[in-house]
């Protein structure tokens, strides 16, 4: 099976815009988890979506949405983006099991 | 809210050296998972332990989960530079098994 994908890889942004990040889960997975990785907070969880619901949701302002398609395809986004919001972001799915499979994660960069 | 620290933050050990972190929850939790990261790279799973006092191995890996399902231990025999990465815990709480909470992380660096 592929594993999870992550686009893009890489992104640079200035402050005040938005951004949509994209995560592909692992087939047959219908759970996908956002995480925000930064050196000083370490791994943040975002949200958490399940057959297309938001099923838990972090500490993190309404700036930071997302949805999950029925293809079980995640999107979020991030909308009047700040210098803090500079992180990498990691996608992760699983299935009946706790494991997470983590992507390669988005790594924004915000000026 | 819940917190999950993890010490040591950092670590320098000499290959061959033994090595531990330790991992301390605010609230019980419902199982325990350990995941390394590598530098550059994401989160891989390791293991999970569910039962109280439970300790598993993998090779020169020993993994225990407390009796009180609160805390947790890594523990590395004689490292190797491929042991290099930070070593993450993450538990969900009890009455929340779907949010899993990450450790603060503890970083491994292994000179040959």
């Known amino acids: 099976k592929a594993g999870v994908t992550q686009t893009p890889r890489y992104l ?12 592909s889960p692992i087939s047959g997975h219908r759970s996908v988890s956002w995480y925000q990785q930064t050196p000083g907070q370490g791994l943040q969880f975002l949200f958490e979506y399940f057959s297309e619901t938001q099923r838990n949701k972090g500490n993190f302002p309404g700036r930071f949405s997302g949805r999950q398609f029925s293809n079980s395809r995640s999107e979020m986004n991030v909308s009047t983006l700040e210098l803090g919001d500079s992180a990498l972001y990691l996608c992760a799915s699983r299935d009946a099991s ?5 992507g390669p994660g988005t790594r924004l960069t915000v000026l | 809210g819940q917190q999950v620290m993890q010490i040591p933050q950092y670590q320098h050990v000499q290959e061959g050296e033994d090595f531990t972190t330790y991992c301390n929850s605010s609230t019980t939790l419902s199982n325990i998972q350990w995941y390394k990261q590598r530098p550059g790279g994401h989160p891989v799973f390791l293991i999970q332990l569910v039962k109280s006092g439970e300790v598993k191995k993998q090779k020169r890996l020993t993994f225990q989960f407390g009796e ?4 947790s231990s890594l523990h590395i025999t004689a490292t190797q530079t491929t042991d290099v990465g930070t070593y993450f ?7 929340n ?3 899993l ?5 503890t970083r491994l660096q292994v000179f040959p």
């Not at chain 1, 706790?98 to 983590?102: C, S, V, Y």
């Not at chain 2, 009180?68 to 805390?71: L, S, V």
Request: aromatic share 12%; with cysteine.
């Open chain 1, 12 to 23: 640079i942004k200035t402050r005040g815009q938005q951004v949509t990040l994209s995560c």
């Open chain 1, 98 to 102: 706790n494991e997470q499979f983590f």
């Open chain 2, 68 to 71: 009180a399902k609160k805390n």
């Open chain 2, 89 to 95: 815990c993450a538990g969900p709480r009890v009455y």
């Open chain 2, 97 to 99: 098994t779907d949010k």
């Open chain 2, 101 to 105: 909470i990450f450790g603060t992380g």
